[in-house]
Antibody, heavy 120, light 106 residues
């Protein structure tokens, strides 16, 4: 069974930084791309970033480009999201989602999310 | 960026009725479209991928259809547990995008 467990969320002041982690199990980690998807309170889903299975390719939404960095450690079956220069608009639940391919595809499994709150 | 427009925003129906949800894209998706269901306090769940393929364990009352820029999710006969928010999402090109969602309410 695929499991994705996010951690690292919390309360941070505007301009601060936070690093999220997503520990994966139940599948061959290096074979699949992963993404972060966020959801602001009462709003819809917003794709944030993606990383290929090998880690050689990363992609970002314009709203976070230059501030967020996604990485993965294939020896630990874990992906990370380093978030810098946080603003109140980054307040959201951040979900880790597994893609169906090594660098493509839909999101076939999701974690339960971790809440990031940015205060002004 | 491919913009996905979902309609209607809210669908008010009764158990047993048929639900038809629309997702219109600003460019062709080459069938790289998925549908997700989200209930309050829960993570999204994959229902349909590649426009018309049901995900593992998804009941047959859920079906996806359409092609190009006009895609549809149909729930043939609503069960009480189907009242939720539904999102479409494209993986045809970067950036990946989601529609704004359709809430199916009683």
């Amino acid at each position: 069974e695929v499991q994705l467990l996010e951690s690292g969320g919390g309360l941070v002041q505007s301009g601060g930084s936070l690093r999220l982690s997503c520990a994966a199990s139940g599948f061959t980690f290096i074979s699949y791309a992963l993404s972060w998807v966020r959801q602001a309170p009462g709003k819809g889903l917003e794709w944030v970033s993606a990383i290929s299975g090998s880690g050689s390719s990363t992609y970002y939404a314009d709203s976070v480009k230059g501030r967020f960095t996604m990485s993965r450690d294939n020896s630990k079956d874990t992906v990370y999201l380093q978030m810098n220069s946080l603003g109140v608009e980054d307040t959201a639940i951040y979900y880790c989602a597994k893609r169906s391919g090594s660098n493509e595809g839909h999101f076939d499994s999701w974690g339960q999310g971790t809440l990031v709150t940015v205060s002004s | 960026e491919i913009v996905l427009t979902q309609s209607p925003a809210t669908l008010s129906l009764s158990p047993g009725e048929r639900a038809t949800l629309s997702c219109r894209a600003s460019q062709s998706l080459n069938n790289y479209l998925a549908w997700y269901q989200q209930k309050p306090g829960q993570a999204p769940r994959l229902l349909i991928h590649d426009a018309s393929n049901r995900a593992t364990g998804i009941p047959a009352r859920f079906s996806g259809s359409g092609s190009g820029t006009d895609l549809t999710l149909t729930i043939s006969s609503l069960e009480p547990e189907d009242f939720a928010v539904y999102y479409c999402q494209q993986s045809n090109s970067w950036p990946l995008t989601f529609g704004g969602g359709t809430k199916v309410e009683i």
